[in-house]
């Protein structure tokens, strides 16, 4: 395996979904041999995910304006607190990065990168993405492509 591309969020809460949607994109129209698609509900699922080799594609809702922009982020970047990602669980993935870097401290990090798409704070029990955000999905996922070299 040469990349992990993660999938972050709930689908149940709207927008907060945003990351799984790109997923499914990119299962849909297909990735280089090598890419592993991995979802995630919750940041403190990333705990084990961060545990290799390969890089790491984060996809994940930003708390942002307007709703539907892309961007790319690193690790650095969203520690910053420019933009925040949201967390149902108390855990964000800022949280997620540092404690994985703590609980395996000779292990190294994975090279890491985060396609974020910004939405408006998500509804519950909303099952469908707002038509801003689900026209960010194949730009997000494009950009997670171009990422990976393909």
Same mark, same amino acid.
């Given at each position: ?24 994109w990119l299962r849909e129209h297909g990735v280089p041999d090598g890419v592993e698609l991995v979802r995630a509900a919750e940041?403190? %699922? ?11 594609? *984060?996809?994940? @809702? #930003?708390?942002?304006?307007? $709703? ?23 855990m964000g993935v800022r949280q997620a990065l540092q404690l994985a870097q703590i609980l395996a401290p000779d292990a190294a ?6 396609? %974020? ?11 469908? *993405?707002?038509? @801003? #955000?689900?026209?960010?999905? $194949? ?12």
């Open positions: 395996m040469r990349a992990r591309i993660i999938g972050l969020g709930q689908a149940a809460a709207g927008d907060d979904g945003v990351g799984l949607a790109v997923l499914e940041d403190s %699922a990333l705990i084990p995910l961060l545990q290799t080799p390969a890089a790491v594609v *984060l996809v994940d @809702a #930003v708390l942002g304006t307007p $709703p539907g922009e892309t961007c790319e982020l690193t690790p650095e970047q969203l520690a910053s607190g420019a933009l925040r990602s949201l967390s149902t669980h108390g990090l994975p090279s890491i990168r985060i396609v %974020a798409v910004t939405i408006s704070r998500p509804l519950r029990y909303e099952q469908r *993405l707002s038509p @801003a #955000v689900a026209a960010a999905v $194949p730009r997000a996922a494009e950009r997670v492509l171009a990422l990976l070299g393909g």
